[in-house]
């Protein structure tokens, strides 16, 4: 969505892209990051699980404590914000959890 359309990317919090800066910008933010988590989840689903699964949990964490930070500094979230708080919140426990509850493997095994 980010490539194909990043105004429809930003209309989803209300913002206007006003040039072509702020366009390249939330393609390469939201479009070409993506991408990019994909791509290492996908590599590290089959070579090292247990750092995907802490790549994902640090990533809803921190997504999430932003969200708080920003209730504490800027005031109340929107419909937008409070639902993805919800959904990064929900995401990241069971990760941890799941996180703590894998074996690690020996360093030179």
Do not use: K
């Not at 194909?4 to 072509?20: E, K, R, S, W, Y």
């Amino acid at each position: 969505m980010a490539f194909a359309d990043p105004q429809a990317v930003m209309d989803l919090v209300g913002v206007d892209l006003p040039n072509t800066d702020a366009y390249s910008s939330i393609r390469g933010v939201h479009g070409g990051v993506g991408i990019s988590q994909v791509a290492v989840l996908l590599y590290l689903a089959f070579t090292d699980r247990r750092a995907a699964l802490g790549f994902m949990a640090l990533l809803w964490g921190v997504y999430a404590a932003s969200r708080l930070i920003t209730i504490g500094a800027e005031g109340a979230l929107g419909a937008f914000g409070c639902q993805w708080l919800l959904i990064e919140s929900t995401l990241c426990g069971p990760a941890l959890l799941l996180l703590l509850g894998m074996h690690r493997r020996p360093a030179f095994a």
